[in-house]
């Protein structure tokens, strides 16, 4: 180390200001959403007397598993500047891979699972392939995926719900260790680890600073390229997860799976405070912002508002939650 | 065999070309100056140096092993520093990450790896005190600091991991006049630490000040090697606008 002399201490900050910037930060979550999941669960409470139950809360759970790991997904890539609009196609192809796996060639479970999480991967894989080796941009390249995956699902199925799952793998849709759906098991699951890749390991720390600056990352010797593939070939993964977990679900791969779930999933990320333009985001917060979505979307369900109008709702929150940030970042660098 | 060795090194974008030939080279505890027009060269050179830019032509080596085939990671790890006239910062992240950005220390919790951020904060912080640069508070994201602050930032950066050579693309551009006194101390104690440096800077007293040799690029070429001590501030001038006999007649003198 060069001996540089010591020549003034910057001022440490208060106490105050320190316990204040520690608090939230550590946990990575933005006060907004929590509050904003209040607000929501507290009317959906006034407005409906099934809401507050133990079931009921288990539903909201159970619903919000399979766009969480989508939204666990649309974190880690748009947080490191990109954009993944195949995750709800990939959902549907990938649940028709794991169950034609299962019913047409009668494979065992864990081979079954392995296929329908590979599928997701391998779509992601050639995102990623096509966007960090060909330059194509990463909206043109997973829109268009969007359509492939969608119309590979329904080539592989012909079309048709693929019936008739093994029982060991409906268990991980349908089972309920200690009473808890297994879903939400291993969404909570998933949700840590990822939790854990993205706050406390280089890996994760290198996604945000490409999302930030993919310059810096670069000159800090950061192979941008390489770490952009495996995102998205890990955001396919996790699609093939959420894919796994709907199939098991419903006991059957429908090719029509996760339509305009990518909405959904950039919606509850964004929500949760992920920078649309890359470097913030964390998965708690991803989880604050699938809960108000599952919340919106059960409250609407037990005020029996139909599902078309629920489609508007997401879609309007989305809009809505982007502005917030927007405005609030023009409001912070006002002069 | 000199710390640095830059030979015959060409570059061009597309139709442009922007480097011809270009010859430089580095001593342990030598401060070389590079100075230029706007548009010379200067920042295509030294991002050669780095590996942000691969080089057309030429060969490049540290301490005679040659770096050209190499990633920029790697040749950061051989103790290639350089601070960029963009700065090159996460804006979004805090002073710690930034400065240990690529270089996380990390420590092992069963057998997995997980960043030592109590390590990063302490480090920083006592990278930063040495320097005696003033931050508002070092967990905040950079993109909130003054450009001289974020600066200060992107020096610490290229201080904090035993450099074997510094490059310092324009450093106080930014800096109010008691830190480019700052940068210009840093410069001499990196010196007497035996650290090469390369300073590009268009304030040619500073460079007049604190260097060994200054070499001219014109127009891709470097047209004229000066030891500091032998010329003025008009030859180097001369040399930075071309054409002059003057000119002609230093780079001989730095040939012959
Ligand atoms: N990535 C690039 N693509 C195309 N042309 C480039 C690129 N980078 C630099 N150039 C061109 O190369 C030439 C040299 O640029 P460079 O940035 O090296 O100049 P410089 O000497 O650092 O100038 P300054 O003093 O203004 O920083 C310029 O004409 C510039 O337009
Ligand atoms: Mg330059």
Redesign the interface.
């Known amino acids: 180390m060069t001996s540089i002399e010591p020549k003034s201490t910057a001022p440490k900050p208060s106490l105050w200001a320190r316990a204040q910037l520690g608090s939230i930060e550590q946990l990575h979550i933005r006060l907004e959403s929590l509050i904003v999941l209040f607000v929501l669960g507290a009317t959906m409470a006034i407005l409906s007397p099934f809401f507050l139950s133990v079931s009921n809360f288990m539903n909201i759970l159970l619903a919000t598993s399979t766009i969480g790991v989508l939204a666990i997904a649309a974190t880690f890539v748009l947080s490191s500047g990109g954009l993944d609009l195949s995750l709800g196609s990939v959902l549907g192809l990938s649940g028709v891979v794991g169950a034609a796996v299962a019913v047409k060639l009668g494979a065992p479970t864990p081979i079954a699972v392995a296929a329908c999480i590979g599928a997701g991967a391998a779509a992601g894989f050639v995102n990623g392939l096509i966007i960090t080796r060909a330059f194509v941009p990463a909206f043109i390249v997973t829109l268009g995926m969007l359509g492939i995956a969608r119309g590979l699902a329904l080539v592989l199925s012909d079309g048709r719900v693929i019936y008739g799952l093994p029982q060991t793998m409906v268990y991980l849709g349908q089972g309920r260790p200690f009473g808890i759906p297994m879903p939400v098991i291993i969404f909570i699951a998933t949700a840590i680890v990822t939790h854990i890749l993205l706050a406390y390991t280089r890996y994760g720390r290198h996604t945000l600073a490409i999302g930030d600056n993919e310059n810096a990352a670069r000159t800090a010797g950061i192979n941008v390229e390489w770490h952009r593939l495996s995102l998205y070939t890990l955001s396919g993964a996790l699609a093939g997860l959420a894919g796994l977990l709907f199939a098991t679900r419903i006991n059957s791969g429908d090719p029509t799976a996760g339509i305009t779930y990518e909405l959904t999933a950039i919606t509850a990320a964004i929500i949760g405070g992920t920078n649309l333009f890359g470097g913030r985001g964390s998965i708690l917060g991803t989880m604050i912002g699938a809960l108000i979505m599952g919340v919106l979307q059960n409250g609407l369900n037990l005020l029996a508002v139909q599902s078309y109008y629920q489609q508007m709702a997401i879609g309007s929150v989305l809009v809505l939650a982007v502005f917030i940030d927007q405005w609030q970042v023009r409001k912070e660098s006002r002069v | 065999m000199s710390l640095l060795e830059i030979e015959g090194v060409s570059k061009s974008f597309g139709p442009v070309n922007v480097l011809h030939g270009v010859d430089l080279t580095v001593d342990r505890g030598e401060v070389v100056g590079l100075v230029g027009d706007n548009g010379a060269g200067k920042s295509t050179l030294m991002k050669l140096v780095?590996g942000?830019y691969t080089a057309d032509a030429g060969a490049i080596s540290l301490d005679g092993t040659p770096i050209l085939g190499l990633?920029?990671?790697?040749?950061?790890?051989m103790g290639i520093e350089?601070i960029?006239q963009?700065l090159?910062?996460?804006?979004?992240?805090d002073v710690a990450?930034?400065i240990f950005?690529?270089?996380?220390p990390?420590r092992s919790i069963l057998g997995?790896?997980?960043?030592d951020?109590a390590a990063m904060k302490r480090d920083a912080?006592a990278m930063?005190?040495?320097?005696?640069?003033?931050?508002?508070?070092?967990?905040?994201p950079v993109g909130s600091f003054s450009g001289g602050q974020q600066q200060s930032v992107a020096i610490a950066r290229a201080?904090t991991f035993?450099p074997k050579i510094v490059i310092m693309d324009e450093p106080t551009a930014a800096l109010a006049v008691r830190e480019v006194q700052?940068v210009l101390d840093?410069i001499r104690?990196?010196k007497a630490?035996g650290?090469g440096v390369i300073l590009i800077s268009h304030r040619l007293n500073d460079v007049l000040s604190v260097t060994d040799r200054i070499v001219v690029l014109n127009h891709g070429r470097a047209a004229a090697n000066l030891t500091t001590t032998n010329t003025d501030m008009a030859e180097v001038v001369s040399a930075i606008v071309g054409g002059g006999d003057m000119a002609e007649a230093a780079a001989h003198e730095a040939r012959g």
């Open positions: 780095t942000m990633p920029p990671g790697e040749r950061r790890r350089m960029y963009d090159a910062l996460a804006r979004q992240q990450a930034n950005l690529g270089r996380e990390t997995m790896r997980f960043v951020r912080q930063i005190d040495r320097l005696g640069a003033r931050l508002p508070a070092i967990n905040r201080l035993e700052g840093l104690q990196l630490d650290i």
